[in-house]
Structure formats: C-alpha cells, structure tokens
C-alpha cells in the first residue's frame, strides 16, 4: 500500500476485493457448518463481526504495550474473552440459535479470520481504522455466509430465513442441507462471485 | 465394541472434516501433495491426542470442581497453544527426524479448528472417562488423515485434468470435496 486509503476503500476491501470467504478463504469452518439455513448463516456472522470488531479495537489500543514475542497468546486471549461473552450472551437470550450453531460457538476462536485480522491489521493500525477494517471484513463475512445459508436453505428446504416457499409437501434437493451440498454450493458461489468481481473490475 | 463402534463412527459415519467441518483449513491448504499431507496428519494425530488427554483431565479436575466451567474456552485454546510450543521444542531435542517431517506443520495446529473442537466435543461423550476421550482423539484424527490423504490424491491427479478456466483452483477443490463428503454420506446409518 502506497498511498493511505480512504475510509471507505478501507470498508469495502473487505466486502468485495478482500472478502474473507470467497477470496481469501478464511474462517472456512463455520462457513461450510453453521450455513444449512439463511437465519444460522446470518447469526454466525453477526456473532463472528462483534468478536472481530471487539477484538480489533483492543488489539489495537494495547498494540504498544504487548511485547512482540507473546504478541500471539495475548491475541488469542483477548479473542477467546470476546468469544465467552458471546457464547454466555447467546446461551442466556438466543437458546435457539446457541443449540443450532453448537460447537461452532466456542470455535469463533480458531476463526483465522479475526486472529488474521488482528495480527496483520490492528497491530499496527490506530483505532479508528480497526475499527473499519473489523467492520468491512465482518460484513463481508456476514454477506457471505448469508447468502450461503440462503443458497442452501432455498434448495434445501424451499423456504428463506424459515419462510415457506413452496407446498409442505413438495420435494426439495435435501442433498444442499446435508454436508456435501455445503461444498457444492460453496464452489459453485465462488465461481459466480470471481465472475462477477473481474467483470467489476 | 463400544469402542470399535467410536472408531467406526469418528472415521466413517461423522467425519471430522467431510461432515463436522472441523479442520478445513489445513484440509484445503496443505493438501496439494500425498508427502506434505501425511506430514500434517502425523501432527494432527500427535497434538490431538495429547492435547485431549490434558484440557480433559484439566475441565474434571480443575474447572468444574472450582465452578470456573465457562473459562472452558480460553484454557483450552491456551493450552492448546502452549502444547503446541512444547510438543515442537521436544521433538526437536528428542527425536530430530520426526521433527523434520512434522516441524513445519505445528505451529499451523493451534489454529486448526479440529484440535478444540475434539477437545470440546470429547467432553460431551456419553458416559465419558480419559480413556474414552483420548480413543476419541485418535479416532478423529485418523479420520482427518484418512480425509485429508484420500483428498490429496485426487488433487494430484486433479493437476492433470482438464478443468474449465472458471472452476480452476479453490472451486473444484470444493467440489472434489463435495463429491467426497456425498460419498462419505453412504455410511451414514452403518452405526
């Protein structure tokens, strides 16, 4: 990077050029296993945003103060206190969506996108531009996993964000809501969206 | 039987990778050879299994007993990381050749989903004890190798194959992978 980029290139790097799913493949775990509905997509990502921005700010407002050898435990700590706070908040006000997304909860950790974020980007940048990149990146993220999720849920079970759309008794391609149709609908998205992103280019 | 039937489900039935997508990153990167993915798998298996043995006898003796039960996220991860500088300052000391063919894979580990998450879901085992949990860890870790070889194989094949501009790289990667998972579906109902 030459030049300092504007806020805005900054917010929509990570929605379209940088997008954590489709271009840089990251947080690949939770895209492929909480996405079998738009809802669960949609609640993964919101949870996954709140961690990232939180962590970002914090990385970097104590960014001076960690020495750069322990700099990686101190940022797996500060992630994993964001992500207990989540699990605790959802467990206590979302029951529904914490059984849903399981084991992935916890798993926000291990999310490469935040600790990525982290220590490539709010180590070295101030507050107010982590806090952008964290919000650009986390809705990117959102986006993806969303439309994902609807992909999957519109072909596997004809409704969107649990909205029948067609009759109870018609049949679906159950395959999309099962593990292999992740992977499917995941190769077949990231073809349109590098289409779509050279054409905009 | 109890436990070839834990062994038969981990590998087969509930596949860490093709069907809990636990792992998937070292699954998507480091696949591109047979060499470099036994490597990984050999890593895996070694960090998994001690990483389960110690956060479970950690969350029975000294989480729950101090009702610290919801700072289960950040120990283990904690431990996790630690474990994994020690296992790799070991091996090096200990055994050189082993370190060669896993070193450069262990610090990629602390960041692979599959370590926690077996050490998560180990605890929910029914009626679970250590030794349950730890044949738990390694059944999920032969079914990340085994995933994880069968997946570089074809992708060494996939190199020769005529493949249309658009799907090259990361999308037939999944799609292989899909095709996989649906042929892993065919166990499903085997336990």
Do not use: W
């Amino acid at each position: 990077m030459a030049a300092e980029i504007s806020h805005k290139q900054n917010f929509l790097k990570g929605i379209i050029k940088d997008n954590p799913v489709f271009v840089m493949l990251l947080g690949m775990c939770p895209t492929l296993g909480v996405t079998s509905s738009a809802f669960n997509g949609l609640g993964m990502g919101i949870a996954t945003l709140f961690v990232l921005l939180m962590s970002n700010i914090v990385v970097s407002l104590v960014k001076s103060q960690i020495p750069s050898k322990v700099r990686i435990p101190a940022f797996i700590v500060i992630i994993a206190s964001f992500v207990t706070i989540v699990e605790m908040v959802l467990e206590a006000f979302i029951p529904f969506l914490y059984e849903q997304l399981g084991i992935f909860i916890p798993l926000i950790v291990v999310n490469c996108l935040i600790l990525g974020r982290a220590e490539a980007y709010a180590s070295k940048k101030d507050v107010m531009s982590s806090i952008i990149d964290a919000l650009g990146m986390g809705i990117g993220f959102t986006i993806a996993l969303t439309l994902l999720g609807a992909v999957r849920e519109i072909l596997g079970s004809g409704s969107l964000f649990n909205f029948k759309m067609v009759s109870e008794d018609a049949s679906t391609l159950i395959l999309f809501i099962l593990p292999p149709g992740a992977f499917i609908a995941l190769a077949y998205l990231s073809v349109l969206f590098n289409k779509v992103s050279t054409k905009a280019n | 039987m109890e436990y070839i039937l834990i062994l038969i489900t981990a590998v087969f039935v509930n596949n860490i990778v093709l069907s809990q997508f636990l792992g998937i990153c070292p699954f998507l990167g480091v696949s591109n050879k047979v060499t470099t993915s036994v490597g990984m798998s050999g890593a895996v298996l070694f960090v998994m299994t001690i990483a389960t043995l110690v956060t479970y006898l950690l969350h029975e003796f000294v989480l729950v007993p101090t009702g610290l039960d919801y700072l289960r996220t950040i120990t283990f991860i904690l431990v996790i990381a630690a474990l994994v500088q020690m296992v790799e300052i070991m091996l090096k000391k200990v055994s050189p050749p082993l370190y060669q063919a896993l070193g450069v894979f262990l610090p990629l580990i602390t960041t692979n989903c599959a370590v926690l998450g077996v050490a998560i879901l180990a605890l929910g085992l029914e009626s679970g004890n250590l030794l349950k949990a730890v044949f738990f860890a390694i059944a999920n870790a032969i079914g990340f190798a085994l995933a994880l070889i069968v997946f570089a194989s074809i992708r060494e094949q996939l190199e020769l194959a005529d493949i249309p501009k658009g799907m090259k790289g990361v999308p037939i990667n999944l799609l292989v992978a899909g095709l996989l998972s649906l042929a892993f579906l065919g166990f499903t109902g085997l336990v």
